[in-house]
């Protein structure tokens, strides 16, 4: 069964970075785009980034564009997003999404940024 | 940018149908498919309408997606309402740069 396990969340000072991973399993996960998308508590989905298969692509939401870095290691199956320059209103649960006809997701890892 | 607008809330009592609306404020609404997630209290999304009127498999057929070109926008209709399909539900789309979600609608089974 194929499944997008998310970590690396926790507790981060504003200004501070932190690297999030996704890996894959039960797909051949090459082949697929992918997405990260995040819910800040008590809101609705905001994506924010989007990579092709063989990183051909990289697309970013505004909000996150110069801060965040998306990138993939196929031979690891993972997925990852380099989060720097932090900031409060980047608090939120994120989740990768793999697209095939449509989007599967993950359970998804939650980013604290706080003082 | 687009944007995707959705109604805040829908109730409906079980047995009834309900329709959620997505409307896209800029660029046709058949230019980019577009896709329907529910997201249950505590879970992550999941997708019940994906290229606009298609049902993963597993997804009953209660969940039916359609887009409506005269007024540039999406709806996501479910038939035989049960108190399982209380959740939150999302549109999305995208264009060449972006991809957007709709701000979300809160479906209650009365």
């Known amino acids: 069964e194929a499944q997008l396990v998310e970590s690396g969340g926790g507790l981060v000072q504003p200004g501070g970075s932190l690297r999030l991973s996704c890996v894959a399993s039960?797909?051949?996960?090459?082949?697929?785009?992918m997405n990260w998308v995040r819910q800040a508590p008590g809101k609705g989905l905001q994506w924010v980034s989007y990579?092709?298969?063989?990183?051909?692509?990289?697309l970013y939401a505004d909000s996150v564009k110069g801060r965040f870095t998306v990138s993939r290691d196929d031979a690891q199956n993972s997925l990852f997003l380099q989060m720097n320059s932090l900031r409060v209103e980047d608090t939120a649960v994120y989740y990768c999404?793999?697209?095939?006809?449509?989007?599967?997701w993950g359970q998804g890892t939650l980013v604290t940024v706080s003082s | 940018n687009f944007i995707l607008t959705q109604p805040h809330s829908v109730s409906g009592s079980p047995g009834k149908t309900v329709t959620i609306s997505c409307t896209r404020s800029?660029?046709?609404?058949?230019?980019?498919?577009v896709q329907w997630y529910q997201q249950r209290p505590g879970s992550s999304p999941t997708t019940v309408i994906y290229?606009?009127?298609?049902?993963p498999s597993g997804v009953p057929d209660r969940f039916s997606g359609s887009i409506d070109t005269s007024s540039n926008s999406a709806s996501l209709t479910i038939s035989g309402l049960t108190a399982e399909d209380e959740a939150d539900y999302y549109c999305?789309?995208?264009?060449?740069?972006?991809?957007?979600f709709g701000g979300g609608t809160r479906l209650t089974v009365l």
């Open positions: 999404a793999r697209v095939n006809s449509f989007w599967s």
């Open positions: 039960g797909v051949t996960f090459s082949h697929y785009s």
């Open positions: 990579i092709g298969s063989g990183s051909s692509v990289k």
């Open positions: 800029s660029g046709s609404i058949a230019s980019n498919y």
């Open positions: 290229e606009d009127k298609q049902r």
């Open positions: 999305q789309s995208y264009d060449s740069r972006n991809h957007e």
